[in-house]
Each structure stands twice: as C-alpha cells, then as structure tokens.
C-alpha cells in the first residue's frame, strides 16, 4: 500500500474514525491493529521484520537497562544491535557486503539486481525502522531513557504505521510522549482540516511534481549518448526537483496523518535549497537522519578511546589548533561513509550521498579562515552573494544527484563524461519534448515548483518572534474558508495535473525503495 | 567541590578548548552564546572537562545537557 494511493486514503480514514469513536483508554490499541494491519498490507516479510525489529528492541533495551552489571548490559547491547544492524545489513545491503570479487564487479558495473532473492525479500522501511529501534536500545544503554517493561508499547514505537515505510526517524522519548499525549486528544475539526491540507499538498508534491519532473529525468538518464551535453545538467536539475518533491510530499502525508491523531512527528525538511553551505544542507535534509547519525554514530565515535588518542597524538604532533580537527575529520569520514551506505548497498549512493559530501565539509573546514578573512571583502554582507552561497550549494548537491541517481558508479562517470560528448542529440524543443515533456506539461511543472518555492521562501524567512513558520497556520489566521479553499485547489489540481495514467506506480516513493 | 570552585575550573577549560580568553560561562550560557561551539567541538569540549575533572559522562548527559548549569549539576552528581 503506497502513502500515495486511493487505498491508504480509506485505510486513514477507516482507522480516524475507530481512533476517535473508541473510548480513550484503548484508542492506542486501534494504532497497535492498524500499525500490524498496514506492515502486513506492504507484505508478508514486511510484516515479519517489523516483529522481529520490535522483540529485538523489547529485549535489547531490558538486557541494556541499568539494573545489571555495565560488562552484561555492554555485551547485550552490542550483541542485539549488531543482529539488527545485521539483518539490515544481510537483507538490504547484501550488494555491498557480499563476496570480495562480486563486489569488484560491483564497482565496475554490477546492477542491484545481482541478487534475486534479497531484492525479493526485502521489507519495506527496513532501513528507517530499524535505525530507530536500534536507538531505543542505545538510549537504553546511555541512560537516556529507562527500559519500557510494556512491550505493547515498544511494539508501537516500532511499527507505528505512518512513519514506517519513509521515516521520520524518532527517539523513544519523543514519540512515546507524544503517544501518551494522544490518549487525552479530543476530536477536533481542525486538526483534522490542518492534516487534511497537509496530505493534500503531499499528493500535490508527489503527483504533479515529481512525476511530471521523472519525464525528463529519465530521459537523460536512461541515455548518456543520446543526450549529451547541456542535457545532463538539465537532468540532474530535475532529478533534484524529483526526489526533493517526492521525499517531502511523502513527509507531508505522513506528517499529516499522524497530526490528525494527535501525535506529531518531526519535521524532516526545512528549506534545503536555501542553504548557504553544505553543513547547513544537511541540517535542512532528511533532518531526522542527520541527528539520528550524529547522535548514535558521530558523538560516540569522536568520543571513543582510540579518537581521543588520535586526537592527544596529532595534537602534539601538529600543534592544538590543527590537530584536534584529525579525530573530526576522521569521526566524519566514518559519518558520511554510513550515510552514503545506508542510502543504498551500492557504491553510487557511498559516493554520491556519503564520500563527496564529506570532501565538501572537509574542504569548507580546511578553508574557513581564509573564507573568514575574505568575506567582509567582498561584501559578504550583500544579497547577491547570499544567492551566491545558495547556488553554490545546490550546484555541489547536484554533483551527487548524478550518482545518486545512476545505476552504478561507472554509469555516473559516463554522465559525466557525456557532458562533453560529440554527436548527442541537439538542445532544442523537438529533441526535448520528444519522451512526453511538451510545452503544456512543462508550464505545470514551472508553476508547481515556483508554488513549493513560495511555501519554501515563507517558511525560511524568520518571524519576528524566531518561531518555525506554517504556511497552513498562515492559511488558517487568514480564515476557514481561505484553508479550506487551497485544500479544494490542491485537490482539483492533483486530480487535473497528477501523473497517475497508465503505468503509474504509485507505490514507486524514491525513500521507500531506500 | 563548590559549584563556585567548578566554574572556574570550568572557565579555564572553556577557554582553552574556544580559545579564547574573555569566555566566562554560567548557569544560563547555551552553545549559541559561545562562538565555535558547534556539534562537533561540542565533544571536544566534552572530553576536556571530563579529563579537567577526572569524571566520564555518559552518552545521554553528552548529548542531552541543556546549559551549562546542567553540566556542572551533572559534574558535582559525578564528584559524589
């Protein structure tokens, strides 16, 4: 069942109204049934690693509580996260951790499809839920929290349906506040019109955008000889617009969702494409991902025995001020290497989403104080190098899309190389419309992106009392009829512009398929 | 330990690990308050007061410390 689908439209619908009619005081169990019900809709394996995810957590976080000795809660802790790093591992990533010599290939050309039977059997979400149960068992570890002794409970911090196949990624302390919340939430209109408004703006992203902008994503990426040259920055520009509207409307529905029962989620988007340097991109994107990795891989990493031995050493060595960077830099090759990993086993997203971020933090660390000095120079200050900065930016993003989006790493070479390849197919209309893309469809996708841009701008821009900002809660001061008549806008424009004809996969999420 | 003793041990380690002389810290000072005191040297900054005071914090007072009231709150819990 995708997010985006007649299907799970009725599916929210059905669990509302049991949700809000049961008494209070089993309201959870209807999310417990519909969490369960909805893991077995996406399949059987599904369904199955949920389960398994929840009792490794369960367990784990009583065998790491602080009621046994720190030797046994420490092997317990390693040996139940390893199993759940394993199966992850073991199912999702077999192309990367499989044999020496396949994995060779796998550089040099190798498709995800090496392997029939994991790539049947994998569970949907596997790489989301099993990060947060993996954190449950951590916090548990680190005294953040106390083991929970209801497993009930940790069965639906685990499987809890709208974040289960795309995130956002929580922490137990979060999610089980807001779950104990929820039981006092009352019914109100309003909520159920913000959610209404949001899971439609979500379809909105998906439907209009980001399949429409697929049209010539596809298009060139699926052929580096045919289109060369100018062709494939124009690619990847769209490829960029495709996977920003296609994550973040799978981050509205769900976010919209969860908001109609009370429970709020954290956002996983804040303007990315307005950040100045890639540090600040990584704060904007996939948010929840970032402070899962910095809080469970970066901070115990840079804390560990050996880092802090590094760090004492290069000091010395290198003098204070340099040589405390050598443990950072070294905590941050490991950070950026399990981002890129956990995108995806191949080698593509290690480079494309991990290794060339972490050159580009580096390289931004390693020149600051030059930077520094060089700003107040050149007016620093001014608007136009403000856009500077977030062209920039979005221009290093674009370098990794290319990868991002290729089959292998091999493939993105060649189109990079098909940049400065003779005898494609010349930049004009004919060429370019010609796998669907004319002239009526490409006005939609300019306005609907300009409409995201607007929404991204007035959130970006500051209130004056520095609190986020939400275009519904502006909709909403502005009236009910006002809220009510962009939710009828969106609506009748997902139904008219949606790309949902014949042979539209709707269950094709790009962080779905991660 | 005074809590009066502690922050100016406190001071000095604050001071070294920003580098900067001028760095007085108190119950309300917050990392936006101090230039460079971002997540990552967060943990050098970590690392340097638990060495200044011979104590080992665990992950969840690392990551979950609110100010630095909380810190020496969490340091005078450690000294016992």
């Known amino acids: ?514 | 330990m005074s809590r009066e003793e502690i922050y100016d041990k406190l001071n000095e380690v604050f001071q070294d690990v920003f580098d900067d002389e001028d760095i007085t810290v108190n119950d309300s000072t917050v990392a936006s308050d101090v230039d460079g005191w971002d997540s990552l040297e967060h943990i050098n900054l970590i690392v340097a007061v638990e060495r200044c005071f011979g104590i080992k914090f665990t992950m969840g007072e690392t990551t979950g410390l609110k100010n630095v009231g909380e810190m020496v709150d969490r340091i005078i819990a450690h000294l016992g």
């Open chain 1, 1 to 514: 069942m995708s997010l985006v689908s007649s299907l799970f439209l009725v599916f929210v619908a059905a669990v509302l109204l049991l949700y809000y009619i049961v008494p209070k005081s089993i309201r959870l169990w209807v999310v417990i049934a519909a969490s369960l019900a909805f893991a077995a809709f996406l399949g059987f394996y599904t369904l199955l690693f949920v389960l398994i995810s929840a009792v490794l957590c369960y367990v784990g976080g009583l065998l790491a509580g602080p009621s046994k000795s720190n030797a046994f809660r420490n092997v317990f802790t390693v040996i139940t996260v390893v199993i759940n790093i394993a199966l992850l591992c073991a199912v999702k990533y077999y192309n990367v951790l499989g044999f020496a010599a396949e994995r060779l290939n796998l550089l040099f050309g190798a498709s995800e499809t090496s392997n029939t039977f994991f790539l049947y059997a994998v569970p949907v979400g596997m790489s989301f839920y099993v990060l947060q149960t993996t954190g449950y068992i951590l916090d548990c570890r680190w005294e953040k929290i106390a083991p929970e002794k209801n497993f009930f409970k940790v069965l639906l911090f685990a499987t809890y349906f709208p974040q289960l196949m795309s995130g956002p990624m929580n922490t137990y302390a979060n999610l089980s506040a807001e779950f104990e919340r929820a039981k006092e939430v009352k019914f109100s209109f309003e909520r159920i019109s913000d959610g209404a408004v949001r899971i439609a703006w979500g379809f909105f992203k998906k439907l209009v955008i980001a399949e429409r902008a697929a049209i010539i994503v596809n298009m060139v990426y699926g052929d580096h000889n045919t289109f060369t040259g100018w062709y494939v920055p124009i690619g990847v520009f769209f490829f960029a617009i495709q996977l920003y509207s296609d994550f973040s409307g799978c981050m509205e529905v769900v976010n919209g969702v969860s908001h109609m029962l009370g429970i709020e989620l954290p956002e996983n988007f804040n303007c990315p494409f307005f950040s100045k340097t890639v540090q600040e991109y990584w704060r904007r994107w996939h948010i929840t991902l970032g402070a899962w990795l910095r809080d469970y891989i970066l901070y115990p990493v840079l804390k560990s025995a050996p880092l802090i031995k590094i760090g004492d050493w290069a000091k010395a060595k290198f003098g204070k001020k340099n040589g405390k960077k050598v443990p950072t830099y070294i905590a941050l090759f490991i950070l950026w290497f399990a981002v890129g990993y956990w995108h995806g086993g191949l080698w593509n997203y290690v480079i494309g989403s991990g290794i060339l971020h972490f050159i580009y933090i580096v390289l931004g660390m390693i020149f600051e104080p030059v930077s520094k000095k060089i700003r107040p120079k050149i007016g620093a200050d001014k608007l136009y190098f403000r856009i500077f900065q977030s062209v920039r930016t979005f221009i290093l993003m674009l370098t990794g899309f290319v990868f991002f989006r290729s089959a292998t790493v091999m493939d993105a070479v060649d189109m990079y190389a098909a940049i400065f390849r003779k005898g494609g197919a010349a930049l004009n209309w004919e060429n370019f419309s010609s796998t669907g893309m004319d002239l009526a469809n490409l006005i939609v996708l300019a306005v609907a992106v300009l409409l995201v841009l607007a929404v991204d701008a007035y959130k970006y821009v500051p209130s004056e009392d520095d609190k986020p900002k939400s275009a519904i809660a502006f909709l909403r001061s502005k009236g009910i009829v006002i809220l009510w008549a962009a939710f009828m806008v969106l609506v009748v424009a997902t139904l008219i512009f949606g790309r949902y004809g014949l042979g539209y996969d709707s269950g094709s999420f790009i962080y779905a398929r991660i």
